[in-house]
């Protein structure tokens, strides 16, 4: 039978014809037929709805989108990052990491930090005397500036009332009884946070001082007229305000007459959504970390001689320095204190000191979403989950996909009702510090190069794992919303949203690699869009980044399968994959590549797009960190048969087309990689020119070759490195006559640019070639 013009279906198109590249067509040399397989893919896409036609991305500039958008997460440790060691540190592959895996996964340990006495939030209908006991506790691990302190004593002895703002679990309520406690409060009372703000005013009448007799006058030390002769305080923390009950100034000047009366004082804790009118507030700075750990520590090491010695030692451990740097709330160093006592005193091991601090995300994490009567608001929760997935990207482009997240979520809840989404919502401040999260200005990356914009991020980089994590698995009522979202990510037009889908399921994969696999990526992969194949492409492979286990054998499964596409999703992620494991990954695209000459009865029936992605494929790993390793096994095998032949210098070619930064004029990554290697004698020094010759000799093969060489020619001319470097390898390119006349013939009669007189490098290179 006639065989087809395989070879010039493996090399990719002309760079100067790139649409003809993402189509997939070469108008000069006629266009192939797709395969009869291919052809039913196509007339089943029709069917998908009235989509628009897509113009597949090629394989190198995906790569490059997958590394500008993917989450700073997936480079958790030292092995999770894009790898390769081409140029200059430039790496063109993705290799994995085990860090990010085991955050994922989740701590061993269950350890309840939050069960401790003065330290928990306090309850809706906390109502009550605050026991000595705990004052004095508390009082004896109490750490802030002392101007800070004095400040707001005095503001609280002129006004009577205080308003202290700030987040939760950053010390207020604790101010706020010590507080009291400074003023020599003779006892301290809290108030219901349910308290309607008109009442303020009654609430701190203290009947019950009044009522109880001698007994309660001897015990308070008020005088026989009934004023106090020593203060009382009152504690109402994280007041609860709605729009229809803010909290104004009135109440509080009613409050404050009442309290002149009574000679009390009274301090309010609120939120940053708290809603008031004409109050004044105390914006609440939280101590240092460090400094409260210092407190605590000293108060729970057992009294010995050497507790100073003691106290120290425990501060100078990694473990504990990880902990300062991870920018936990109080609550969670009071519970680390309380953890390092009991380690000092051998109750509990070094490792539990180690999972602490991922433990007390993880509570975080799952207080976030639990239902009770302090939960957070399901558009919150929405918010979370979307900045999880958005972790350091655009705020304005998290907030509107969670709103979209938001949609979902309500179908969900309500089948039956109508998602609403206001239009303007919680401001951007309260919104992150709510998520514990930052606002900062940073460059995105955009085809257009960057853009400076807010973006968001975790102020913890592992809450966004264990967040994903959580939800999949902790509820999993969540995932229908969860995963139609996903599907709508998928479907969105711009890189970075389809990157941050393919992260998010890839980290649902680490979780539970079967539903992600049924329910996502299985479905995007058999998908006749191209779009959505990419995205399973960059999902499996950052899941195996994330040392997902079995995704090489998915690979493996795929690309010997019927599926068409699938066999398409398996070439390109073991483009991205295939540096790790080099001999397996190129076996499995020799046998892909031997798959399309089988039972090839019509030549126009040879799948010319699937043999381009296989080049494609091989030039990636060309350029990736296992340069050297992928260099001898094309070598190796470059004359097994006609088909692998094909693949190499295909691939080959592909890769040579490459530049620095992909610059028009930037240096050629093969062309660096060749002069690095002449220089320290390596084995690339011999095989790079070895499949140049093959390319070079190669009929199907020889027009494009020399259409590279012709524009590496032409950035020499622009740049004195490339034309050092083509000036040692042209003459490893002439072992014969007629290799000698094929390269004199480009450098004598090449046009320079737009049809100008020949570059003047041209000349000064054909004098380097060696006359045979």
């Given at each position: ?11 990719p ?39 628009e036609?897509e113009?597949?991305q090629?394989a ?5 989108d ?5 989450p ?26 085990q860090?990010?895996?085991?955050v ?54 002129r006004?009577?009332?205080l308003?202290l703002?700030?987040?939760r679990?950053t ?22 946070r ?15 001082a009044a ?20 203060p ?6 994280d007041?609860v ?14 409050a ?43 108060t729970?090491?057992?009294a010995q ?6 106290v ?7 473990d ?9 709330q ?9 953890l ?5 005193a051998?109750e509990?091991?070094?490792s539990?000191v ?10 975080q994490?799952?207080?976030?979403f ?17 900045l ?11 907030a ?14 309500n ?10 919502g ?21 085809e257009?190069?960057?853009v ?14 264990v ?7 902790g ?16 479907d ?11 992260s998010t ?9 079967p539903?992600?696999?049924a329910?996502v ?47 398409w ?15 397996q ?31 494609e ?17 094309l ?12 693949l190499?210098i ?6 040579c ?14 062309l660096a990689w060749?002069a690095?290697?002449?220089t320290?004698g ?13 390319a070079?000799?190669d009929?199907?093969a020889?027009?494009h ?17 490339p ?47 060696p006359?045979?």
């Amino acid at each position: 039978m006639n065989t087809p013009d395989v070879a010039e279906a493996a090399r990719p198109l002309p760079a100067e014809d790139p649409s003809a590249a993402a189509d997939g067509k070469d108008g000069r040399d006629g266009a192939a037929k797709d395969s009869k397989e291919a052809k039913e893919s196509k007339e089943a896409e029709g069917s998908e709805g009235s989509e628009e036609h897509e113009q597949p991305q090629t394989a190198w500039s995906a790569r490059r989108d997958l590394i500008d958008h993917s989450p700073r997460s997936m480079n958790l440790g030292d092995r999770a990052r894009f790898g390769g060691s081409m140029v200059g540190g430039s790496q063109h592959g993705v290799s994995g990491g085990q860090v990010a895996g085991d955050v994922i996964m989740g701590s061993k340990t269950e350890i309840h930090q939050w069960a401790i006495p003065g330290f928990s939030a306090p309850s809706a209908s906390a109502s009550g005397e605050v026991p000595q006991s705990t004052l004095d506790r508390l009082a004896a691990s109490f750490v802030t500036a002392e101007e800070t302190v004095e400040a707001l004593l005095v503001r609280l002895r002129r006004d009577r009332v205080l308003v202290l703002s700030g987040a939760r679990f950053t010390g207020r309520h604790t101010a706020a009884l010590m507080l009291l406690h400074r003023l020599g409060a003779a006892s301290v009372h809290t108030l219901d946070r349910d308290t309607n703000p008109s009442t303020l005013a009654d609430k701190v009448t203290a009947p019950d001082a009044a009522s109880d007799g001698p007994t309660a006058t001897a015990a308070t030390g008020d005088t026989a007229g009934g004023t106090p002769a020593h203060p009382r305080g009152y504690v109402l923390a994280d007041l609860v305000t709605r729009r229809d009950r803010p909290l104004r100034e009135h109440h509080l000047l009613a409050a404050c007459a009442r309290l002149t009366e009574q000679n009390a004082y009274l301090v309010v804790t609120v939120g940053p959504t708290a809603v008031l009118e004409d109050v004044p507030v105390v914006t609440w700075q939280p101590p240092d970390p460090a400094d409260v750990l210092a407190a605590h520590l000293r108060t729970r090491v057992a009294a010995q001689d050497d507790r100073a010695a003691t106290v120290a030692k425990l501060l100078e451990l990694p473990d504990v320095t990880e902990f300062l740097s991870r920018s936990h709330q109080l609550r969670e160093v009071a519970a680390f204190a309380q953890l390092l006592g009991r380690y000092a005193a051998g109750e509990v091991t070094e490792s539990d000191v180690a999972q602490f601090s991922l433990v007390s995300l993880e509570n975080q994490v799952q207080e976030w979403f639990e239902e009770d009567e302090s939960s957070i608001h399901l558009r919150d929760k929405a918010f979370l989950v979307a900045l999880a997935a958005f972790d350091d990207g655009p705020y304005a482009l998290t907030a509107e996909l969670s709103d979209l997240l938001y949609r979902f979520l309500q179908q969900t809840q309500n089948p039956v009702g109508v998602p609403e989404v206001p239009v303007f919502g919680t401001h951007i401040g309260k919104r992150l510090q709510l998520a514990r999260a930052e606002r900062y200005e940073d460059d995105e990356h955009t085809e257009w190069g960057p853009v400076t914009q807010q973006k968001a991020r975790f102020v913890d980089d592992r809450a966004s794992l264990v967040l994903l994590r959580e939800v999949w698995t902790g509820h999993p009522s969540a995932r229908p919303a969860l995963i139609d979202w996903l599907r709508r990510l998928a479907d969105d037009g711009r890189p970075l949203v389809r990157t941050r889908a393919a992260s998010t399921v890839a980290v649902l994969a680490r979780t539970d690699l079967p539903s992600a696999m049924a329910l996502v990526i299985q479905p995007w992969a058999t998908s006749n869009r191209f779009r959505h194949r990419l995205v399973a492409v960059n999902a499996l492979t950052l899941a195996h980044l994330l040392d997902t286990p079995n995704i090489p054998r998915i690979l493996d499964e795929w690309s010997k399968g019927e599926d068409r596409r699938l066999r398409w999703v398996a070439v390109r992620a073991y483009a991205l994959i295939g540096a790790e494991r080099p001999e397996q990954a190129l076996a499995a695209l020799r046998t892909a590549a031997r798959s399309l000459y089988r039972d090839l009865a019509d030549p126009d029936d040879f799948d010319r797009e699937m043999a381009r992605e296989l080049g494609e494929a091989v030039a990636l790993l060309l350029l990736s960190e296992a340069s050297d390793q992928v260099l001898a096994e094309l070598r190796l095998h470059l004359h097994d048969d006609r088909p692998v032949e094909d693949l190499t210098i295909g691939g080959f070619v592909s890769a040579c087309r490459h530049t620095q930064d992909d610059e028009r004029y930037g240096h050629p990554l093969v062309l660096a990689w060749y002069a690095r290697s002449a220089t320290e004698g390596s084995a690339a020094a011999h095989g790079i020119p070895f499949l140049w010759r093959a390319a070079l000799n190669d009929p199907n093969a020889t027009r494009h070759a020399l259409d590279v060489l012709r524009e590496w020619v032409l950035i020499a001319d622009r740049s004195t490195a490339p034309e050092w470097a083509l000036a040692a390898l042209l003459p490893t390119l002439v072992t014969t006559p007629a290799e000698y006349q094929r390269l004199g013939h480009l450098l004598r009669t090449m046009p320079g640019e737009d049809g100008a007189k020949p570059p003047e490098v041209a000349a000064r290179l054909l004098t380097t070639l060696p006359v045979r």
